[in-house]
């Protein structure tokens, strides 16, 4: 069995950003060789997500409105009382989810109509990362 293992950086100029990261994930599967297997994406921080969805812009918008309406960023958290700001973040990244698996078949990622890999970004302007991890043969 073969595997490869790749890390995506962002740092993102807003608080919150949505991006397909799709491409970036078909070139790691390619790169790795793996025609028939798994990859695992997921994000290696507490403030960021990995989901899947699809990309189309009022989607999008609709995503950044749900979640701001159940963890607004003005909201009383616990957590900012130890000096940080970021409690909003982490309820939004428990909501979102951690990571993603997708199935390869052929040497492509077998995706739904419409599906596409999002890094989700809740407390931004600093520097993230993702972690790939493709197996199989």
């Not at 740092?11 to 790795?32: C, D, F, G, H, M």
């Not at 994000?43 to 009022?58: C, F, K, L, P, R």
């Not at 199935?103 to 109509?113: E, H, K, N, Q, S």
Request: net charge negative; hydrophobic share 35%; glycine share 8%.
């Amino acid at each position: 069995m073969k595997s490869y293992r790749e890390e995506l950086f962002f740092e993102t100029r807003t608080r919150r950003a949505y991006l397909n990261i799709t491409p970036q994930v078909e070139a790691a599967v390619k790169k790795s060789g793996v025609r028939e297997g798994l990859v695992l994406v997921n994000a290696m921080h507490i403030t960021a997500s990995v989901y899947i969805n699809d990309d189309e812009q009022g989607l999008l918008k609709d995503y950044d409105d749900f979640l701001e309406r159940l963890a607004p960023q003005s909201g009383t958290y616990r957590h900012n009382e130890t000096g940080e700001d970021n409690g909003d973040a982490h309820i939004k990244r428990q909501l979102m989810g951690r990571e993603v698996v997708v199935a390869i078949t052929d040497g492509r990622l077998d995706f739904g109509p419409w599906e596409q890999i999002f890094y989700g970004e809740f407390d931004g302007r600093r520097r993230k990362r993702v972690l790939i991890k493709v197996i199989g043969e």
